[in-house]
């Protein structure tokens, strides 16, 4: 008797009609993503990860890809014998560690993700926000409280920080060029100055700016939990609120999430934050019913 297909290849060919309908919705549509943590230091996650962008490519939505480096940056002041400060969770930033965090993000990290996607077959571009005017930034200005006098008091950041205005015009280009950005968080500001921007500050103003129908946001977490551990898959802004309120939410998820909300309420769809150390999972996320992590979208 004949013998019937692989139920390997059933389970796939399964997968690819369960994706149809969402290709089929978000052609055209842009995804920005932004990537970092564990996978950018892992060869066969970053080829992974430029593969599964290559293919969101390739079935007609317009990815753009926004790259952090912290742990790069900070690997190339030890050895460049450079001390660093950080105040509430952000990096104080002279001159010199300015320079060098522009070397490291816009230079050495920026080329290597284009390689990753030039070798998946993709075309890829590598910019900062300071190309054709794409991003310009402002100082940030962060306060805390002085322990010592019981006062808030203002903190210098030195080059850190924050996007003002997005000028789309080099990413619509791109775009409809066929050629993927790759965007470091580095811009000038009015002042004449670089500032270096935190990844996920950058990649959320690029996705409102954008009108993005996904923002993806790569962690090195499962996404936000619950006080049982399990992750919360739906969120709105003002869950998100009683999450922090409550306390459920703290550390490092509160910024991120803060991100999400500030995105989707300038006009992105849905944030979703994702664990970006599980291979594929933008494609789990967008492209089958179950899902894989915090989404957050408008109330």
Request: overall charge negative; some cysteine.
């Amino acid at each position: 008797m004949p013998h019937g297909p692989d139920p390997a290849l059933l389970i796939k060919a399964e997968t690819l009609t369960e994706a149809l309908p969402y290709v089929q919705r978000y052609a055209g549509q842009t995804f920005v993503v932004k990537y970092g943590g564990h996978a950018m230091g892992d060869p066969e996650a970053a080829a992974s990860f430029a593969r599964d962008v290559v293919l969101l490519k390739a079935v007609g939505i317009n990815p753009v890809v926004v790259h952090g480096g912290g742990p790069q940056i900070g690997a190339m002041l030890e050895r460049l014998g450079v001390r660093s400060e950080f105040v509430g969770g952000l990096r104080v930033t002279d001159a010199e560690t300015a320079r060098v965090a522009e070397m490291v993000l816009a230079g050495s990290i920026n080329k290597d993700i284009v390689r990753w996607l030039e070798a998946a077959g993709g075309k890829a571009v590598g910019l900062s926000g300071k190309d054709a005017g794409l991003v310009t930034a402002e100082k940030v200005e962060r306060s805390e409280a002085d322990p010592n006098r019981g006062i808030e008091r203002n903190v210098d950041l030195g080059f850190v920080g924050e996007p003002v205005k997005v000028d789309r015009t080099i990413i619509d280009v791109l775009v409809a060029a066929g050629i993927i950005p790759v965007i470091a968080p580095i811009a000038s500001g009015a002042d004449g100055e670089t500032y270096n921007i935190n990844a996920d500050t950058m990649a959320g103003a690029l996705a409102a700016a954008l009108g993005a129908s996904r923002f993806f946001l790569l962690t090195d977490v499962a996404g936000v939990l619950d006080k049982d551990g399990e992750i919360l898959t739906n969120l709105f802004p003002a869950r998100v609120a009683e999450l922090r309120a409550d306390g459920t939410v703290s550390g490092g998820m509160i910024p991120k999430l803060d991100t999400c909300v500030a995105a989707v309420e300038a006009g992105v769809d849905a944030a979703v934050i994702l664990d970006g150390r599980v291979p594929h999972i933008m494609l789990i996320e967008f492209f089958t019913r179950r899902g894989a992590g915090t989404l957050v979208r408008r109330g």
